[in-house]
């Protein structure tokens, strides 16, 4: 099966895709498509795509269904997962890390695409439009084995080996870190 890589557009992802994105996100952490968070994930990406530096790409199908997603921003002072992230680290690492970074905010593959290399493809895209960016970050959740090995195979570091979000405190994740300028 082939599949095309586009960027999505505000408008895309406001509008008439917002429900095949949830379908992907629900299918991806398997969770029903009326729970909480996967309701709420609308909002959250409306939200997203205002802040400053926002990119995203999609993944279509033969049908152009929406069957896989990645989107981030430029990381500013003050934002929430910034600051969680952010409070384990050194001053030094902060602004090392920080100064001119990208947050690689989601990256999500529906069940029945997965297993095709379309995780690699929306993640080398989204990369690849913000390489004017020193740094790249992440969280990533520790259950997420095929997601860690695809941060890995692209020269991920961790920088942050466990955390947890006031959000989801039972749930283990790790903070990844990207050079993009080659240091």
Do not use: C
């Not at 680290?89 to 970074?101: E, G, H, N, T, Y």
Request: aromatic fraction near 12%.
């Amino acid at each position: 099966m082939r599949f095309n890589i586009r960027p999505l557009s505000l408008d895309e992802l406001s509008g008439r895709l917002i429900d095949q994105i949830l379908w992907v996100f629900g299918g991806a952490l398997d969770l029903p498509r009326r729970s909480g968070r996967v309701v709420s994930f609308a909002d959250t990406l409306r939200r997203h795509a205002s802040y400053p530096g926002f990119g995203a790409f999609g993944a279509f199908n033969l049908r152009n269904r929406l069957v896989g997603f990645s989107y981030g921003y430029v990381s500013q002072p003050g934002l929430w997962w910034r600051e969680q992230v952010s409070a384990p680290l050194s001053p030094d690492q902060r602004q090392d890390w920080f100064s001119d970074a990208f947050e690689f905010a989601e990256l999500h593959v529906h069940p029945s695409a997965q297993g095709k290399g379309l995780g690699g493809q929306l993640h080398d895209a989204l990369i690849d439009s913000q390489r004017a960016h020193r740094t790249a970050l992440l969280s990533v959740m520790h259950r997420s084995l095929r997601a860690r090995q695809l941060y890995a195979s692209r020269g991920w570091e961790v920088l942050v080996a466990e955390l947890r979000f006031s959000s989801e405190p039972h749930t283990p994740f790790s903070l990844l870190g990207l050079r993009m300028d080659g240091q």
